[in-house]
């Protein structure tokens, strides 16, 4: 009984925080209107009438700078792929054999 209204609550929720980012999402599109129709690295057309690119293109709002970038999926793919890159390269790999040692002896126990 109860679990059948713990269902109902999630998907009002669920119902919820999909009105936001739909809200979230045309505040962007407001932003971007005018100003930016194409990928900021390949120059890719983007069509704000296309729901699909709406969804699947990525805006960068830079309020600082009050300026709004726009990636591609392909290019946002690539940069999250250098950011992870780059992360890689910089991190001290010191700690990890010591991490798999410890695991082994707690085994063995
Ligand atoms: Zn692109």
Do not use: H
């Not at 690295?41 to 699909?52: G, H, I, L, M, R």
């Not at 709406?54 to 690539?78: F, G, M, Q």
């Amino acid at each position: 009984m109860s679990k059948k209204i713990a269902r109902t609550n999630r998907r009002t929720k669920a119902t919820k925080e999909k009105k936001a980012a739909e809200k979230e999402l045309s505040a962007k599109i407001a932003l971007f209107s005018d100003l930016t129709t194409e990928c900021l690295v390949c120059q890719a057309p983007f069509d704000k009438t296309n729901k699909e690119q709406v969804t699947t293109w990525s805006v960068i709002v830079r309020k600082a700078e009050d300026k709004v970038n726009l990636y591609c999926p392909e290019c946002w793919t690539k940069a999250l792929g250098l950011v992870q890159e780059y992360l890689a390269q910089t991190r001290t790999p010191a700690a990890e054999p010591a991490d798999v040692e410890e695991m082994d002896n707690d085994a063995a126990v």
